[in-house]
């Protein structure tokens, strides 16, 4: 992809400019993250505009991370003054989730498109059930459990995460209130988790993806400069209105179809992997 004429840059750029508005469209209706949205979005975009299937979905996560650093940034920030934020649950877990990322980044260095594909769909059908079936308030315990189990959550949220090419919320909000964690510190805590996850997988995508071949035009590593550039000011900007749709649409309906559209997005790359 690195020869594109400057009408395919044009369709590169209107597509992730896109990526962005259906991203921040997504998070603010229903108040999670981008990643879970944007990584299905440019998987299916790079593939049509035929990026290297060995790349595909490395660059797809690693972009992904890169818009976690500014979005998390703003959206940690905001919680954090809203005394949101279990400072002193990060202070015991957040070596834990970085000695997850590290592990989990390094892996996907490693592996195959296929393979990440895999997990991000296995792990999108595992998200969405729980939306579908779990009832409001379930809790499995009143507290998070002690150390080693703590930890070991701690370390698989930050090695699927970072795998997936999301933040805290997906896996972080889930796991906390299933442990009694308030929704909205639950939330908070989440967002701070997305930039322990961010920062370090953004740099070892960079790391990981240098001189490798079949990138599309001006990419870092693995992080697309040009969707890192587009997809930012488009999913800020977008996300009060989807906020705003949130509040004149009954949410149990939009948390029907978020997770339906999960559970296809996963069963569809799971299908492109095995078949």
Do not use: C
């Amino acid at each position: 992809m690195e020869d594109l004429s400057l009408a395919s840059m044009g369709l590169l750029a209107g597509a992730l400019l896109a990526t962005g508005v259906v991203a921040g469209i997504i998070a603010g209706l229903l108040g999670v993250g981008g990643g879970i949205v944007i990584v299905p979005v440019l998987y299916y975009m790079f593939s049509g505009l035929g990026l290297d299937q060995d790349v595909l979905m490395h660059v797809a996560v690693g972009t992904s991370l890169a818009t976690i650093l500014a979005t998390g940034t703003s959206s940690a920030r905001a919680h954090w003054k809203r005394g949101s934020v279990d400072v002193d649950l990060l202070k015991r877990w957040w070596w834990a989730i970085a000695l997850g990322v590290l592990g989990g980044a390094t892996l996907a260095g490693n592996v195959s498109g296929g393979t990440l594909t895999l997990v991000f769909g296995v792990v999108a059908l595992v998200v969405s059930a729980n939306m579908l079936l779990r009832k409001d308030g379930a809790s499995l315990a009143d507290d998070l459990p002690g150390s080693p189990v703590k930890e070991l959550i701690g370390m698989l949220i930050g090695g699927i995460s970072v795998m997936m090419g999301i933040g805290g919320g997906t896996l972080g909000v889930p796991t906390l209130t299933l442990f009694s964690y308030p929704i909205r510190k639950a939330v908070g805590t989440a967002a701070a988790i997305g930039l322990i996850i961010a920062i370090p997988g953004t740099l070892l995508s960079i790391f990981f993806g240098l001189g490798v071949e079949g990138r599309p035009p001006l990419s870092l590593g693995y992080v697309n400069l040009i969707g890192f550039i587009l997809i930012i000011p488009a999913s800020t900007y977008t996300a009060p209105l989807g906020a705003k749709i949130a509040h004149a649409i009954d949410p149990s309906k939009l948390k029907l179809v978020f997770a339906l559209f999960l559970g296809f997005t996963g069963l569809r790359m799971i299908y492109d992997v095995m078949f």
